[in-house]
């Protein structure tokens, strides 16, 4: 049956398990397919082009997998390419995006914070997200470093840590009460940010708003799934030690070129 075939999830790394993670969470049943194209991360340093080539990439290896859905569990693979991949593909698709919505929207200060990857806050998605808040002073960041330190598995390093302060201290002196994490990997560096933040500052992530609309999209266009809970699959095109560590060591992590 069509709605037991599997959700495909891609990311440029192991950023985008955030995203599983919840989708799974809501969504055990689901049969999930796991792509993480470290290779070439990080994403928001390329150009649009590479980025619809890599995500045309990886969602032709998920639909040789026979998914039924695909998630871009990327910020900036949805904001450069989500739209050419919805034309060439007859295949639902659900994108990530930075969640300023919610965060303009309940913000007393009328001023949020967004730390994101150049590819992001360049992409014109983003721009035209943000102008409609205009009453609302958004405070861009861009994460320079971030994504390769996690990919290297560098999460709680002290370069990190330096890097994090230059990014959030003057958000905080600029008085924002949001921060929206414009990047799949981000979550990642909650704790840390936590540790930063003032405790009035609200933090953001898109993974339970995503997972939301992947069960809205596979209650309307396909079908939940009717099979029994089944382990979800990991693949990789890098070294899978840091990917299986952040999976807690909990499933096994295939090594593939792709």
């Not at 994403?43 to 590479?50: H, R």
């Not at 409609?132 to 598995?153: F, R, S």
């Not at 997972?211 to 099979?227: D, V």
């Amino acid at each position: 049956m069509n709605n037991n075939k599997r959700i495909g999830i891609f990311d440029s790394g192991i950023g985008g398990t955030s995203i599983w993670r919840a989708i799974h969470d809501l969504l055990p049943n689901e049969k999930t397919i796991y792509l993480a194209d470290s290779k070439n991360a990080p994403y928001g340093q390329k150009s649009k082009d590479e980025i619809v080539a890599l995500s045309m990439k990886n969602t032709d290896f998920l639909l040789k997998m026979n998914c039924k859905l695909i998630v871009v569990a990327c910020n900036t693979a949805t904001t450069n390419a989500i739209r050419e991949l919805r034309e060439k593909y007859d295949v639902p698709f659900i994108g990530i995006e930075p969640a300023i919505k919610p965060a303009a929207t309940h913000s007393k200060t009328q001023i949020i914070g967004i730390l994101a990857t150049q590819g992001t806050l360049n992409s014109e998605l983003f721009n035209k997200t943000t102008e409609m808040y205009q009453d609302t002073k958004i405070i861009e960041q861009v994460g320079h470093g971030l994504v390769q330190l996690i990919e290297n598995g560098d999460i709680n390093s002290p370069e990190m840590t330096k890097l994090l302060h230059s990014y959030l201290t003057p958000m905080i002196e600029a008085n924002i009460d949001y921060l929206v994490l414009g990047c799949s990997h981000y979550p990642y560096l909650i704790p840390q940010i936590k540790k930063i933040l003032p405790e009035h500052i609200h933090i953001i992530d898109s993974g339970e708003a995503v997972a939301k609309q992947t069960q809205k999209i596979l209650k309307e266009k396909i079908g939940l799934s009717s099979a029994e809970k089944s382990e979800p699959i990991f693949y990789t095109n890098s070294d899978s030690k840091v990917l299986t560590e952040i999976l807690e060591n909990k499933y096994t992590v295939e090594e593939i070129d792709f």
